[in-house]
């Protein structure tokens, strides 16, 4: 049993259990917390391991450096850069208008212009990893 002696004649007759050790621990001690002191003082231990552990690796990730620059939100080196759509205009215009020119001027317009149209134009975008901040190079 355990050496405080905080066991009533209940705690005797009806024992309450530790889940993780299976110790007995006293009822008193059983209606604020579900285990004994030394595996709750152990989970806890586990729970800090735990949460330096993942801080540790939101730090290597902030500062991983891509060589691309910092980031203007966080100030973050894990930066990416990619190229995206511009997004363009309205594209049915664009065809209808380069349909209209290419039957009054002539046929090769009605070929080539539609292909150019089509085409979005590209621009330079940076994101970073660490807080998700995206802005136009």
């Given at each position: 049993m355990n050496p405080n002696n905080d066991f009533t004649e209940a705690d005797?007759?009806?024992?309450?259990?530790?889940?993780?050790?299976?110790?007995p621990i006293p009822r008193a001690v059983s209606e604020r917390q579900r285990m004994c002191d030394e595996c709750l003082a152990a989970q806890d231990q586990v729970q800090q391991n735990a949460l330096a552990a993942?801080?540790?690796?939101?730090?290597?990730?902030f500062n991983a450096d891509t060589g691309?620059?910092?980031c203007p939100a966080c100030s973050s080196r894990n930066v990416i850069q990619f190229k995206e759509d511009a997004g363009g205009g309205n594209k049915s215009t664009t065809i209808?208008?380069?349909?209209?020119?290419?039957?009054l001027c002539f046929?090769?317009?009605?070929?080539?212009?539609?292909?150019?149209?089509?085409?979005?134009?590209k621009v330079?975008?940076?994101q970073c990893r660490h807080c998700g901040h995206r802005w136009q190079v």
């Open positions: 005797r007759i009806s024992p309450v259990y530790c889940p993780r050790c299976h110790q993942q801080e540790q690796a939101r730090a290597q990730v691309v620059g910092p209808a208008t380069t349909g209209v020119l290419g039957c046929w090769p317009v009605l070929i080539v212009l539609p292909v150019l149209a089509l085409m979005g134009s330079t975008v940076r």
